[in-house]
């Protein structure tokens, strides 16, 4: 048995000074971290309880948008009226993420640090360049239904796993970061990194840093936004492909558009082409679906996973039509 020793912290600077050390890791909810300590993915010597520290609101900004604290709880968040109102598809995200329990206790941060679900990885023993650099990639070969068709390599084709990262990349939301060199801020785009050569690492924290919240910037089309889930069962189970979608129209045409997609990519994937593909075109389902098809081009697919493709722009279709109607199925 491995020591572990433990203690709490009440503020942003005790925890950065706390985790300088090597081997030392935050605990928030515990939902995903002690699944790992378990598992033997991650082997901290120190837990550093950061869930006194105050930073569990969700607050206004100038011009609309929210600010969420790293500590707020999932559920809490997905039931504040100003998330339904003004941002359904992160509400709605979050609501179909986990189940009632774990959404009670797993915060917005810890959401963004979760690792992939990707059996291969958590099974401890096969082949797997995220848990040991340079050893291979059993899912290439293996069963790999649930892995990503879109920012793979040949490392690496575990996707991202939050739902609610999905909405967040649609909206261009940043993360706040305090860590040993300061504060930084960077987009929930730029906070996931693609697997690359380099597929230990999934996100561009650095040891020690520590979010503290989450800002939401105001976007009037997010009001008409939807997510859909797509999953082998409806409940308690992570998307094999996800959509957040939100369609402004302007005389018929496209005046504004944002779309992510999640289950697809090795992260929260933007579908940038597509919406470049819609933007000043008409609003229609013709169009739509050429969107959602030039998105998909770039799709690499392997022995389980190409059904993806045709589910994915299905999915990005169906999200755009419910934006449209102004109704979320
Ligand atoms: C059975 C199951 C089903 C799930 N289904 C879904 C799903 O469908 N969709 C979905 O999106 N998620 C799902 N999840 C993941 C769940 O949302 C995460 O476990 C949860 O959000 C993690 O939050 P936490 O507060 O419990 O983090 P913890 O478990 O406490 O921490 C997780 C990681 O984040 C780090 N961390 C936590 N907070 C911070 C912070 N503020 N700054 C820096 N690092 C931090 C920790 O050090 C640790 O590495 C599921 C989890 C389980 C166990």
Known sequence: MRPLSYSRVDTVEDAVALCREPGTAFLAGGTTQVDLIRAGMNRPDHLIDINDVPLTAVEDLPGGGLRIGALARMNDVARTPAVV????AISRALLLGASEQLRNMASMGGNLCQRTRCAYLRDGIS????REAGSGCAALDGFNRGHAILGTSEHCIATHPSDVAVALVAFDADVHLVGPG????????DFFLLPADTPEAEHSMAHGELIVGIE????LIARRSVY?????RQS??????SVAAAIAVHEGVVADVRLALGGVGTKPWRARRAEAALLGGPADEAAFRRA?????EGAVVREHNAFKVELAQRAILRGLVQSLNGRQS
């Open 127 to 130: 082949p797997c360049n995220k």
């Open 292 to 296: 959602a098809a030039v998105e998909l």
């Open 228 to 232: 859909l889930k797509i999953r082998d």
């Open 216 to 219: 939401v910037p105001g976007a």
């Open 236 to 241: 308690y189970e992570f998307a094999l492909v």
């Open 85 to 88: 109102e003004r941002y359904p």
């Open 182 to 189: 300061g504060e930084r801020r960077l987009l929930v785009d």
